[in-house]
């Protein structure tokens, strides 16, 4: 499966912003997907994940309550609303699909075989 991420850009702190993530391929509804990010000069970190069907969804602590991950098997497309931005949500956004349907695995960036080329959001104060 490919996959592209977009939506990414500058927003306000305390603003919101939707990324997507389209996969191309029709057994997209067989993965699990997740989002992940990377600041500059830190390591990868895992954001969210849902399960297969979407009815499973898992969230780092520091974005629960604020970022919700949904998807839409029928478009092949995966989302992040991310809410009530913080400049420390400033990061480089990565897509990323799994064959791994549903659980904690799922917050696990080895996990994933499938990464998307990933989208800036920038946060300003």
């Known amino acids: 499966v490919q996959l592209q991420a977009y939506g990414g850009g500058l927003v306000q702190a305390g603003g919101s912003l939707r990324l997507s993530c389209a996969a191309s391929g029709s057994t997209f509804g067989s993965y699990g997907m997740g989002w992940f990010r990377q600041a500059l000069g830190k390591e990868r970190e895992f954001v969210a994940a849902i399960s297969w069907s979407g009815a499973s969804t898992y969230y780092a602590d520091y974005v629960k309550g604020r970022f919700t991950i949904s998807r839409d098997n029928a478009k092949n497309t995966v989302y992040l609303h991310m809410n009530s931005l913080k400049l420390e949500d400033t990061a480089v956004y990565y897509c990323?699909?799994?064959?791994?349907?549903?659980?904690?695995?799922?917050?696990?960036?080895?996990?994933?075989?499938?990464w998307g080329q990933g989208t800036l959001v920038t946060v300003s104060s």
């Open positions: 990323a699909a799994t064959l791994t349907r549903w659980g904690p695995a799922l917050g696990k960036a080895d996990e994933y075989s499938y």
